[in-house]
């Protein structure tokens, strides 16, 4: 039987916001640390992230999206592209890295060379908007990944699934007058990015979250709306936008998730795959700024994921 598809690099922690900035290269270096030490690494299939294209960026972006960014990229030191996202000499080299992976596992797992794939990458996409770099996020990955699979003669729907602390905003953005592509996340609200939160679409399932709301919350609103949601759509491919900042040990935000309930969750997109979708899961890190909770929870995820 084919593996789970674990697919990093390390030139994805050469993208460098500052020594204090939260989505620090750390965050990879610790999952990699764990992952090890657990011996998990060992049965997955180890693949090496490739870069995106510029015409792939454009399945999500606007046509001018990639060179605005290029034009901004600076020789030395940092560029802010909004109050707390900067661009460093190599980010645009990490970032498209991060949307290649998201493109690669996609390859993977509809060749039937990967059962699913987990890319470990930085930095972050789920808040990049059509044209617009923000929130840590300058390509979408996720976003590019689905858009990609949909060129794929067997795939006419798909779903993505948030369970980051922060709302998807780029990715409801991406895909709002998109039907065959239904967008399901859980977040804090009222929180960043406050944008999207409130949009009212047939394919957009947003589940709001109240600061310091507990597990329960969290998992009726999987049950309750997400479940019945992507039942109804019927997903060829399911897309995962992994972030984990909304674990109780994260100093992000003010959610009460743990481990159990990221295997969880994840054992409960594993069915809606196995029923609609052929198994076909590619999950993409996001958040998660508790380097110890954050390699714990990718711990539990991949878990799920590889079958153990």
């Not at 690099?9 to 204090?20: A, K, V």
């Not at 067997?154 to 967008?183: Q, Y």
């Not at 060829?236 to 009460?256: Q, R, T, V, Y």
């Not at 997109?269 to 052929?278: K, P, T, V």
Request: aromatic share 8%; charged share 20%.
């Amino acid at each position: 039987m084919t593996a789970t598809a674990y697919i990093t690099h390390e030139d994805c922690m050469l993208h460098n916001m500052g020594p204090d900035h939260p989505e620090s290269p750390t965050r990879l270096q610790a999952i990699h640390k764990v992952l090890s030490r657990t011996g998990l690494l060992d049965h997955l299939d180890q693949l090496t992230s490739v870069h995106v294209t510029e015409e792939q960026i454009k399945l999500a972006h606007a046509n001018l999206h990639h060179k605005k960014l290029t034009m901004k990229l600076p020789r030395e030191g940092v560029v802010y592209t909004d109050d707390d996202t900067a661009l460093c000499p190599d980010s645009l080299h990490a970032a498209s890295l991060a949307a290649g992976s998201a493109i690669l596992a996609t390859n993977r797992v509809l060749a039937g060379k990967a059962k699913n794939a987990f890319c470990a990458v930085r930095p972050p996409g789920h808040h990049a908007e059509y044209n617009m770099a923000m929130g840590f996020c300058f390509y979408n990955n996720v976003a590019i990944g689905a858009c990609h699979a949909l060129t794929h003669p067997s795939i006419s729907r798909v779903a993505i699934l948030d369970f980051d602390v922060h709302h998807c905003n780029g990715t409801v953005d991406i895909f709002k007058d998109r039907p065959e592509v239904l967008v399901c996340s859980t977040f804090q609200h009222p929180y960043y990015p406050e944008r999207y939160c409130s949009i009212d679409r047939p394919n957009i399932v947003n589940c709001p979250l109240a600061a310091h709301s507990d597990a329960s919350l969290f998992r009726d609103a999987i049950e309750q709306q997400w479940l019945p949601a992507l039942r109804t759509h019927k997903p060829d491919m399911i897309f995962i936008s992994a972030g984990f900042d909304a674990h109780k040990e994260d100093p992000m935000a003010d959610l009460n998730l743990d481990e159990e309930d990221y295997r969880w969750v994840t054992q409960k997109i594993m069915q809606i795959a196995d029923e609609f979708s052929e198994g076909r899961i590619v999950s993409v890190l996001e958040g998660g700024y508790n380097p110890v909770s954050l390699a714990f929870s990718v711990q539990a995820h991949l878990e799920v994921l590889a079958g153990f």
